[in-house]
């Protein structure tokens, strides 16, 4: 494909390709006759076009001309002409850009850089009359295009507040237009908006000038009566309140206000949201950076308790400083006083007048440049009304993570400073901050209470009296206002606004955590669409995302308070909400597994604050049928988004309660590696499950007394507890449980070095994974099926495998699997030497394994870690990695990864030099592997033995290590080639009698049981 043909005929008339001009071998003719063509974008004859350019001449002589206008052409810009007998087009198939085609498709960025000029400005044809004409014609026509672009730009940039943008478009604009007053008056109009008062005036002088020089005429009365407009702008109201403290954070909220009052249909916005959650600081810093767009600023009126009952005219007449006439209505008077004027008035504390609303929309209609900033914890309900829902300020929502820039913390650090200038946020503070910001959501006067106390506590103490009760918040300020003296006085003032029957709500819907449902309301509270449309209204609830309602926690807190009075309501209400969750789970029983489990998981996820304290709830009152029906799901989705860091919390309590839940407990104390107390929950479980010949509950605790002895690497007891399982699932015709067996008989398989058997049950459980649509089946199956490509030196394989995986398990949420599949796939890049990969892919695993508290994989990822800085020769980086790997296996009674540690620490003394000690390691090493049968371990030990007695100059010792090694089935691949490799080097070195030596002595002895290898 040709390069792109640039066409440029707005001002400098070029034609160019790659930067490199085109124009400078062709006449003006051909270029003008090229342009014709590219322009006009038909076919035209050669007669049509001769007459074009050479009209003046006689016929035959202008085809000659044609002819040769053609002919240089085809030499420069050919492949964009089509020819034929009779005519010539321009050939838009080709690549090529035409400005005058760009500014009419309005595809300029750019206007300024597009538009440098009349239509063929700089090109000079003579004797074309015809041709001049259509220029003439295309010069008006694009002229007129471009003042139309200008204004539409001018316009766009004015409504987004983008003043400097809109200003240069008006420039550009009034450079091709300089009689145009519509645009002198927009931009008086940005001048004296932008606070440039002096300069909108001179505008209109400059407007005024131009008019008289070129035509004799005064402006227009419009332009005349704006420019008296500015010169007589004044500031209606007083000054805005000066604050005691700087205003902090919002910058997305005042980014977001400005755009919208910048919009010429905004008329009115409220600012809606409980009281102390900021919306006074918020109205005030829009109402101090937007004064100067306003030609008569801003004025801000707080309503009292009184102003309710009387017209809104009378107090915001006041602060206009407006006498009423008895004559006519007080806001009709209003109306007409600000008929003329252009303000922003800020009304605060709306909701104690909300049933005056009307009158702001008699007010809007009769001063229509005149825009409402309101300040509310009610909404207004006015057909002008665009809400702005406020929330509490950003705060990190992991304690861990701490955000100083966070404007939760940044705010209270500020206000905590004021009792202690030396305050900072600092290692000791900063996770303490963190809970307080957590706990109140980021509520701006919660968070400058707390930062109050820290006169006489800790941060930590606070945060800790917060976890209990957030009615301790409170001021001792002799200026704070009554209504925002407390945390307790603000929802007094709000809880004050509702009606009965919205309280009566309200203390039910407390019981919910982190948001709920419309049905779940209706269910557990009794309360209608429209009973909630109301509270949202008043700011107690507010949408959030997937069509939930939310309550502040602050609110929730003293909700909760007010449910709490009535000991018996308040127990009533939590058994419904604890019916209505639990009933929500066991309905989820078949949509858990299989083709559902993502959006099951992802429903469950949604709904896990709720689930977890209605399972409290349930556990305290004794429904073991309710816990029995729930177990399984509630585990299934633990271990489905590898959440056991909650099992304790969950299961343990409800253990004593329900077999169904015991069992579960067994299941998550194998996954969190406490392996003797998951035996003895599973080995009481399987006794209850049989007593009640339950065969559901005896094949699941098959199956994790099975995955116990699996992590203790008791690989016989192991695989008899997943035959078992399996023969428990073919009777159940439980495919699931199946399937799981098959994953773990596998595993087995593999441990012990029988890969060719792994294989064959991986394949197994793959295809029932396939059959059951069984997304974290299959990945597990693809991830072992990885693994044994790996063993067997198919890396490229394995990787496919791996990455079939990754995706699957991600579509679940199962993080445990994507922190396996990243170690595993750091692995391969460690095989293939690419050891950055394989850095950063054991990080990431690493991270998730401490993030999911699975200290086995975490242990794991350290001796991986261990490995890639021995590759890299960091032998003291290398012996710190395998250590913390060697004591967390330890600790954590993992014999199997505790041999793999001591392998890593025997490779790191080798490469030391460290004989004796590398050869204490590799011993342990293979003392662990034989007592575990972990043939493939005992191997790697054998490996490394078999180098020291190398380094030692026991040369044929080592060479029959070496050649056992390389002859054993259940090596893997690296393990043999390592051996292979060795083995052929001093194969090549030692004398034949000594090879032979060693070759009968690897046939005679197996150094796997060899007490002295």
């Known amino acids: 494909m040709s390069a792109k043909l640039e066409i440029t005929t707005l001002g400098q008339v070029q034609l160019s390709r790659d930067g490199e001009s085109k124009s400078r071998d062709l006449t003006s003719k051909a270029i003008a006759l090229f342009i014709f063509l590219a322009v006009t974008a038909k076919p035209h004859s ?256 707080a309503l009292l308790e009184t102003d309710g009952a009387q017209s809104l005219a009378f107090p915001l007449g006041a602060a206009f400083g407006l006498t009423f006439a008895r004559a006519s209505e007080p806001m009709v008077q209003l109306g007409e006083f600000l008929r003329d004027k252009e303000l922003l008035l800020v009304l605060d504390n709306f909701e104690l007048a909300v049933a005056r609303a009307s009158e702001l929309a008699q007010l809007l209609q009769n001063a229509p440049e005149v825009k409402l900033l309101v300040a509310s914890r009610e909404r207004l309900a006015l057909q002008w009304e665009q809400l702005f829902p406020l929330r509490g300020l950003a705060f990190p929502h992991v304690v861990e993570q701490t955000d100083a820039d966070a404007d939760a913390l940044v705010l209270f650090a500020e206000r905590a400073r004021r009792f202690d200038p030396a305050f900072a946020l600092s290692q000791n503070t900063a996770p303490g901050a963190v809970r307080i910001a957590r706990l109140v959501e980021g509520f701006p006067l919660a968070l400058e209470l707390a930062a109050g106390l820290t006169r006489t506590q800790s941060v930590d103490a606070i945060a800790r009296d917060l976890e209990n009760e957030l009615g301790i918040l409170e001021s001792d300020l002799r200026d704070a206002a009554q209504r925002q003296s407390s945390l307790r006085a603000v929802f007094d003032s709000s809880w004050r606004m509702l009606a009965d029957q919205e309280r009566a709500a309200v203390r039910q819907l407390a019981v919910f955590r982190a948001g709920f449902t419309a049905d779940a309301a209706r269910a557990v509270a009794g309360a209608t669409w429209s009973l909630l449309r109301g509270l949202s209204d008043k700011a107690f609830l507010w949408h959030g995302a997937d069509e939930r309602l939310e309550m502040h926690q602050v609110l929730r807190e003293f909700a909760n ?127 209850l499950a049989r007593a009640e010949q339950d065969s559901v509950e005896t094949g699941f605790c098959l199956l994790q007394l099975g995955n116990v002895a699996l992590g203790r690497a008791a690989y016989a007891k192991a695989e008899s507890y997943y035959r078992d399982a399996l023969t428990a699932a073919e009777s159940l015709d439980d495919r699931y449980l199946s399937l799981d067996a098959y994953n773990n008989l596998g595993l087995v398989a593999m441990h012990r070095g029988h890969d060719a058997d792994a294989r064959e049950h991986f394949n197994q459980a793959a295809a029932l994974a396939q059959a059951l649509d069984e997304k974290r089946g299959l990945a597990a199956a693809s991830l072992n099926l990885g693994v044994v490509d790996a063993n067997a030196g198919d890396y490229d394989t394995s990787r496919q495998e791996l990455e079939r995986a990754l995706p699957l398990f991600e579509q679940v949420g199962d993080l445990r699997g994507v922190c396996i599949i990243s170690g595993n796939l750091g692995e391969v890049a460690l095989v293939q030497g690419r050891l950055d990969d394989a850095e950063a892919l054991y990080r990431r695993s690493l991270t998730l394994a401490r993030d999911l508290a699975l200290p086995e994989r975490a242990a794991s990822m350290l001796k991986n870690l261990g490995t890639v800085e021995l590759r890299r020769q960091q032998l003291q980086k290398a012996r710190l990695l395998y250590q913390e790997s060697l004591e967390t296996y330890q600790r954590i009674g993992t014999r199997r990864g505790e041999c793999f540690a001591r392998i890593g620490l025997g490779d790191v003394a080798l490469a030391a030099n460290e004989l004796p000690r590398a050869f204490q390691e590799y011993s342990a090493a293979l003392v662990l592997g034989r007592e575990i049968d972990a043939v493939p371990r005992a191997l790697d030990a054998l490996n490394g033995i078999a180098r020291v007695a190398e380094r030692q100059g026991k040369e044929t010792r080592a060479l029959a290590i070496y050649v056992f090694v390389s002859q054993h089935q259940a090596a893997d691949s690296e393990t043999r080639a390592l051996a292979q490799t060795h083995r052929e080097r001093l194969e090549a070195r030692l004398e034949k009698d000594a090879v032979q030596a060693a070759h009968t002595s690897a046939g005679q002895v197996d150094f796997l049981k060899n007490e002295n290898p």
């Not at 931009?187 to 008289?212: D, F, S």
């Not at 969950?650 to 104390?669: D, I, N, Q, T």
């Open 561 to 687: 308070d007010e449910l709490e009075r009535d000991a018996a309501f308040a127990a009533h209400t939590h058994v419904r909400h604890a019916n209505y969750y639990l009933e929500f789970l066991t309905a989820r029983a078949e949509r858990i597994v299989g083709p559902t489990q993502a959006q099951t998981v992802a429903e469950l996820r949604l709904e896990w604050e709720n689930v977890r304290a209605a399972w409290q709830t349930t556990i305290a009152g004794g429904n073991a049928a309710a816990l029995d029906s729930a177990a399984p799901v509630l585990y299934r989705y633990l271990e489905a988004g590898a959440l056991f860091r909650f099992g304790k919390e969950l299961f343990e309590p409800a253990a004593e309660r329900s077999r169904v839940a015991r069992a579960r407990w067994g299941g998550v104390l194998y996954f969190l590696t406490e392996f003797d107390a998951a035996e003895e929950e599973l080995g009481t479980a399987l006794e």
């Open 46 to 301: 050669r007669e049509q076009l001769a007459a074009l350019l050479w009209g003046d001449m006689p016929e035959a002589e202008a085809q000659t001309n044609l002819r040769k206008a053609l002919s240089s052409l085809r030499h420069v810009v050919a492949e964009h002409l089509v020819f034929d007998k009779h005519t010539v087009a321009f050939d838009r198939t080709q690549p090529y850009v035409l400005d005058a085609e760009e500014l009419s498709a309005d595809r300029a960025a750019n206007i300024k850089e597009l538009y440098q000029g009349d239509f063929l400005a700089t090109l000079g044809v003579k004797h074309a009359p015809d041709f001049e004409a259509w220029v003439v014609e295309q010069r008006e026509h694009y002229r007129a295009l471009a003042v139309r672009r200008l204004e539409q730009r001018a316009q766009n940039a004015s409504e987004h507040g983008e003043t400097d943008a809109a200003l240069d478009a008006l420039d550009r604009l009034l450079a091709l237009d300089e009689w145009n007053e519509n645009a002198h008056r927009q931009k008086m109009l940005l001048l004296a908006r932008g606070g440039e008062k002096l300069k909108a005036l001179a505008q209109y002088q400059t407007v005024r000038k131009i008019l008289r020089d070129e035509f004799g005429v005064e402006p227009s009365p419009e332009t005349t009566a704006l420019f008296e407009r500015i010169r007589s702008a004044r500031p209606l109201a007083a000054p805005l309140p000066a604050l005691p403290t700087r205003f902090i954070g919002r910058a997305d909220e005042c980014a977001a206000l400005s755009q919208m009052l910048a919009q010429p249909t905004t008329r009115l916005v409220t600012l809606l949201g409980p009281g102390g959650v900021g919306k006074t600081r918020l109205a005030l810093e829009i109402a101090r950076s937007q004064a100067a767009h306003f030609l008569h600023g801003a004025a801000y009126l």
